[in-house]
């Protein structure tokens, strides 16, 4: 499955919108099998606060584990984003650039 994250707009900022994009998103991983890999598109997307990236990702990490691929993630704001989140949740994003 692929998630084109501009879709959701080219800013993505506050936890408020990352929660409502991740509970509209929701219904859309219903037929994700269990050995399907979730691909995460950040083409497009300028700016990506760690409060939205929390909501999304965050839990999309917790359902899927390694299973969640991070793709086109060279713009520094989501570069910068990512880092947090990793350090600030104790885990590792699979980045493949």
């Known amino acids: 499955m692929n998630i084109q994250l501009s879709k959701f707009g080219t800013t993505l900022t ?6 409502e994009a991740y ?9 994700v099998k269990e050995t399907e890999n979730i691909f995460v ?7 990506f606060s760690p409060s939205w990236g929390d909501e999304f990702l ?4 917790k359902k899927y584990n390694n299973r969640l691929i991070i793709l086109n993630s060279n713009n520094l704001s989501v570069k910068s984003t ?16």
Request: aromatic share 10%; glycine share 4%.
């Open 14 to 19: 506050s936890r408020q919108l990352g929660k």
């Open 23 to 31: 509970n509209a998103f929701l219904p859309s991983l219903n037929d």
């Open 41 to 47: 598109d950040f083409s497009g997307v300028n700016t």
């Open 58 to 61: 965050t839990n999309l990490v």
């Open 82 to 97: 990512l880092k947090l989140l990793e350090d600030i949740n104790k885990f590792k994003f699979n980045i493949e650039n």
